[in-house]
C-alpha cells in the first residue's frame, strides 16, 4: 500500500462539498498521534507524511523479511530529524 493511502487512514470524509472546512484533509490516525500534536502547525503535515513513508518502508521490510531492526533505526531517525 502507498505511504499516500497510509496517511489518511482512519480519516472520515467532508460530506458538505464546496463549504469552508475547519478541518485538515489528508489526516488519518496519524495526525492524532501525541508526537504530531505536540509539533508547531508548521511541522505537523511533514510529519504525518514521514510517519506514513516510515510505516510503508517498514511493512516492505517486514514482508520481505529483511532488515532486522529497520522500524527502531527509522524512528530514531524521525526524533532526531523533528
Do not use: W
Not at 496517511?7 to 485538515?24: D, T, W, Y
Not at 510503508?56 to 527509522?74: E, N, V, Y
Request: proline share 4%.
Amino acid at each position: 500500500m502507498p505511504s499516500c493511502n497510509i496517511q489518511v487512514l482512519g480519516g472520515q470524509r467532508s460530506a458538505q462539498i464546496g463549504f469552508s472546512q475547519m478541518e485538515r484533509n489528508h489526516t488519518g490516525v496519524f495526525s492524532q498521534m501525541e508526537l504530531v500534536k505536540d509539533a508547531p502547525k508548521d511541522y505537523q503535515m511533514p510529519l504525518v507524511r514521514m510517519l506514513a513513508c516510515n510505516t510503508a518502508k517498514c511493512a516492505r521490510a517486514d514482508m520481505l523479511k529483511s532488515a532486522k531492526g529497520l522500524g527502531a533505526r527509522l524512528r530514531e531517525e524521525m526524533y532526531e530529524r523533528y
